[in-house]
């Protein structure tokens, strides 16, 4: 593979586990049907599996709540419990979180049932692309992990470094603003 590409993430799951695409195909795939906003109201319209990518360890059958320190700003308390439909977008929380935090540990990326209503989680929705190309949601309620994935593949160092780069640099301009 060329320059810091990556393979799609629909080798390493079964395909009945969900779709996983690159970016590209995520974008192209959300402009080819309409965008259905995920509201509390109206949820029932998206099917899992869904993932949620994190620093911490969790056994099967533990929930994941809201109400503790937030991955991205330090003091912050999250409200909600983030996750999505796509292995990618897991990897990035898992892999961001790890980083921000320094611990030098691999993340972890947890199957995930939400256990109430869930809506589009508004920091991605409608920001750099139209829609919830990254399929990322948000929910007050607990998130019940299933099991966890044992194989993912990371990004490509020089990819999560420019990340990291653009979360300081967002930072350092008082405009990593998180809605929570």
Do not use: C
Not at 65 to 83: K, L
Not at 116 to 130: A, Q, Y
């Amino acid at each position: 593979m060329a320059g810091g590409e990556r393979p799609a993430f629909q080798d390493l799951a079964p395909a009945d586990e969900g779709t996983t695409v690159n970016d590209e195909e995520m974008i192209e795939d959300d402009s080819d049907i309409g965008y259905v906003p995920v509201t509390l109201d109206r949820f029932d319209h998206i099917r899992g599996p869904f993932y949620h990518g994190t620093k911490s360890t969790f056994e099967v059958g533990e929930q994941l709540v809201p109400g503790h320190a937030s991955n991205f700003q330090e003091g912050r308390v999250a409200n909600n419990v983030y996750f999505s439909a796509l292995v990618d977008t897991a990897v990035w929380g898992a892999e961001l979180a790890t980083e921000l935090a320094r611990s030098g540990e691999r993340g972890h990326i947890y199957v995930v049932e939400p256990t109430g209503p869930f809506e589009d989680d508004p920091n991605v929705t409608n920001k750099r692309f139209p829609g919830n190309v990254t399929q990322s949601y948000r929910t007050p309620h607990p998130l019940l992990v299933v099991s966890e994935m044992e194989t993912w593949q990371g990004h490509a160092p020089e990819v999560l470094t420019g990340m990291l780069d653009n979360l300081a640099r967002l930072r350092e301009q008082g405009l990593d603003i998180i809605d929570d």
